[in-house]
């Protein structure tokens, strides 16, 4: 890995508008938290979109970090970087006593990005814009599966929940996740097929949503929402004294019958959602059940377990953000497959 999981880093993007241009950061984030092994990858925006950079310490801050690499995710060096960035950092370690910030570099100049620019062109040029856009299975990511199916037993997995067990096992590079990973009776088919009926996905925070594959939901219509760092929400979590992910469920509520719910990051949302069905609310077609940490996490999976509801979720400590995003975009890719594969 080229990072470590006890460092926490916020990729810092301009803000925009337009909600695509935000994705964008939000979609680079995850896949850097994937590929890094960082603790943490928080996208933040100096305008026009939440978190903003104070906002976003402090969610790192409550986290238990203590030290932010921040890495400004601009093409240019301008105002932002040289002049706004470290007043931000400034005004960030005094309201935060004993905070660290560093700043690294920004993106620039890079020859990587010049063999993208080539790349694009290119694969403009071959194939056409419709070729372009068309999702492919990076060499390295092939051959990423090809090892893992050297290393797992296969035949042992029902081979319906087999993609979705070496999609986590690519993301974590962790094995045991074949032991601890469990499906209830038509999970993964009732995940399928809530995507394939264009069903909403809800996550418990944005570091889940923005690393679902958007493009593999896109033909079937089915969106992703998250309500964690709403405004309301948060006003909601401080007047009942409970987590912005716990409020979040109660606002998600209307968008959950037959949609797929996915909790990657708080027990907190893992049990109220819980409280919200119990009591007669709406229920999900599939819960993904995967939050991590020493504090409820494997209690309220624990909780998920006995509920008796469609679930896929993981026992113990173990899950996180990427987890999450992992079993949902293999749910995705499969309901692409059915697609495919039809009359």
């Known amino acids: 890995m080229a990072g470590n999981n006890s460092r926490a880093i916020m990729l810092l993007g301009h803000g925009s508008k337009a909600p695509e241009a935000n994705e964008t950061l939000r979609r680079a984030a995850a896949a850097v938290e994937e590929r890094g092994g960082y603790g943490m990858v928080l996208p933040a925006f100096l305008q026009m979109e939440r978190p903003d950079f104070q906002e976003a310490v402090d ?59 080539i790349q694009r062109i290119e694969e403009f040029a071959s194939s056409g814009e419709k070729a372009a856009q068309k999702p492919c299975q990076h060499p390295i990511e092939k051959e990423s599966f090809r090892i893992i199916g050297t290393e797992l037993d296969e035949s042992a997995f029902p081979a319906i929940e087999l993609p979705v067990i070496k999609r986590v096992i690519h993301t974590t590079a962790d094995f045991e996740f074949k032991d601890i990973l469990r499906f209830t009776p038509g999970a993964v088919e009732a995940g399928v097929k809530a995507i394939r009926e264009g069903r ?121 953000s990427t987890v999450a995003v992992a079993i949902v975009n293999a749910l995705a890719i499969l309901a692409g497959q059915a697609e495919a594969g039809k009359p």
């Open 59 to 117: 969610e790192l801050v409550s986290k238990g970090f203590t030290d932010v690499t921040v890495m400004p995710y601009f093409l240019y060096m301008g105002l932002h970087v040289t002049k706004d960035l470290p007043a931000e950092m400034e005004e960030a370690k005094k309201r935060h006593a004993g905070l660290k910030v560093a700043l690294t570099q920004n993106l620039g100049f890079h020859d990587k990005l010049i063999d993208i620019t």
């Open 200 to 320: 909403p996905v809800i996550t418990d925070v944005r570091m889940v949503e923005a690393g679902i594959m958007k493009y593999r939901l896109d033909p079937f219509g089915a969106k992703t929402f998250c309500f964690s760092s709403d405004r309301s929400v948060a006003d909601a979590a401080i007047a009942k004294g409970t987590t912005k992910t716990a409020a979040s469920m109660k606002k998600a509520a209307e968008y959950m019958e037959g949609g797929i719910v996915a909790v990657g990051n708080a027990p907190t949302a893992l049990f109220e959602l819980l409280r919200i069905i119990s009591a007669g609310g709406p229920k999900p077609a599939l819960i993904v059940g995967v939050p991590v940490g020493f504090v409820g996490a494997a209690e309220s999976k624990e909780a998920l377990e006995k509920s008796g509801l469609t679930s896929i979720f993981t026992r113990g400590r173990k899950g996180g």
